[in-house]
């Protein structure tokens, strides 16, 4: 059974940093394309940012460029997202995905399996 758990969401002010962690387990995800989305009250889930399970290759939207930085631990089978200089629209859940057609997928029904969802909130 995957699961893909998230953690690290929080409430902090604009400017400050959060470290999103997602713990996957359940099968071998060689050749995944591991993502972050994030969704807002009446928006559509939007891809964050994505990494190759296994070898080079990370994308990120132009919203999180130069922000934000997607990383991965394969020993820990974790996949992380630091997020830098947050802003007030930055504010969403945020879903860890992983997705078995290997390419940087923008759209969510491309990807196999979602976690549960960790909320962030940047006050102004």
């Known amino acids: 059974q995957v699961q893909l758990v998230e953690s690290g969401g929080g409430l902090v002010q604009a400017g400050a940093s959060l470290r999103l962690s997602c713990a996957a387990s359940?099968?071998?995800?060689?050749?995944?394309?591991m993502a972050w989305f994030r969704q807002a009250p009446g928006k559509e889930r939007d891809l964050v940012a994505a990494?190759?399970?296994?070898?080079?290759?990370?994308y990120y939207s132009d919203s999180v460029k130069g922000r934000f930085t997607i990383s991965r631990d394969n020993a820990k089978n974790t996949v992380y997202l630091q997020m830098n200089s947050l802003k007030a629209e930055d504010t969403a859940a945020y879903y860890c995905?992983?997705?078995?057609?290997?390419?940087?997928?923008?759209?969510?029904?491309?990807?196999?399996?979602w976690g549960q969802g960790t909320q962030v909130t940047v006050s102004s």
């Open positions: 990494i190759r399970w296994s070898g080079g290759g990370t």
């Open positions: 995905a992983a997705g078995r057609l290997g390419g940087f997928w923008t759209i969510a029904p491309m990807y196999d399996y």
């Open positions: 359940g099968r071998t995800f060689s050749g995944y394309t």
